[in-house]
């Protein structure tokens, strides 16, 4: 049976996708710092068919990591996939962002990232076998503004995978990239109302906010799992965008 690592396990897309690769024999061990939602997520993927393993993950935290993996390879053993998933966004100007919010939104949107791909990768590499995928934002081809840091990460994210991608061909090595439009999960929750009013009618004004539909998050989880089900004996980048359709109203 495959194996997946799984970051930001705890709830949206990260939670959907270990229900819907349990479902499909997968054993998994899932990351995130809330490890009671995490252990809810872990039953219902058990639930679903497969093996699932709760962990704590900060992955902001270079010591987090390293636990967070050792823990990962003695529960379930090699790991065929990283789904390299956890996010955060600060929304609004610049100007208005702390020093600190900056380097925190940084950390987990592009540097967790690098750090988790590379932890990944020594084992990938000596296996000849693996894929890396990343769960990137429409925003990295369509800039939204009151959203600057987030937005050049998953620029950056993606930039990130296709020279993993070159780099790591020779080993058999695949990395996959969903680019994904607005999302039905909790990302952003922690935003005002009037924060969140400002930002989304700045975007209509530039023309960004072309639908108030959302892409159900069962559908997001299903397609990064029918990605990776595509043989990826060759190694090589796939990229797919996922955008919401637009009901008439
Ligand atoms: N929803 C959208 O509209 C949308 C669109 C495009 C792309 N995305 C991307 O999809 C990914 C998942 O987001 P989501 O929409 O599913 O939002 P979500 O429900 O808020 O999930 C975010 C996940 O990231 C985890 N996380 C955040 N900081 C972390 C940290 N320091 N260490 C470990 N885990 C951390 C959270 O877990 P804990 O808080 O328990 O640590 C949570 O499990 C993100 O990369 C986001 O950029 C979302």
Redo the contacts with the bound molecule.
């Keep these: 049976m495959p194996t997946a690592v799984i ?9 959907a996708l270990a229900v819907e690769l349990a479902a499909r024999g997968w054993t998994l061990a899932l ?4 490890v009671e ?2 252990e809810e997520v872990a039953r219902a993927a058990r639930e679903a068919g497969g093996q699932a393993h709760a962990l704590a ?4 935290d270079p010591a987090s990591i390293e636990s967070f993996w050792r823990g990962a390879e003695a529960r379930i053993g090699e790991i065929d996939a990283l789904i390299s ?5 600060t929304l609004g100007p610049l100007v208005e962002c702390s020093d600190a919010e900056l380097a925190a939104d940084v950390t ?2 592009l540097l ?1 990232h690098l750090w988790m791909a590379k932890r990944a990768l020594a084992k990938m590499i000596e296996r000849h076998r693996g894929d890396l995928v990343f ?5 990295a081809v369509r800039p939204k503004p009151e959203l600057a840091t ?1 937005t050049a990460c ?1 620029a950056g994210l993606e930039a990130l995978a296709r020279s993993l991608a070159m780099e790591t061909h020779d080993f058999g090595i695949r990395t996959l990239v969903a680019r ?10 922690d935003l005002s109302d009037a924060r969140r009013g400002a930002a989304v009618g700045l975007w209509q004004r530039w023309g960004l906010h072309l639908t108030l539909d ?2 159900a ?1 069962q559908r997001a989880a299903k397609a990064i799992a029918d990605a990776l089900a595509i043989p990826a004996s060759e190694g090589g980048i796939v990229l797919f965008e996922l955008l919401p359709t637009p009901t008439p109203r």
């Design positions: 970051t930001g396990a705890s709830s949206g897309i990260g939670a990351g995130a710092r809330r939602r995490l993950l900060d992955v902001t998933n956890a996010g955060h966004a987990v949107n967790s769960v990137g934002s429409d925003v987030y998953k994904l439009g607005a999302t039905a999960t909790e990302f952003g929750a959302l892409v998050v």
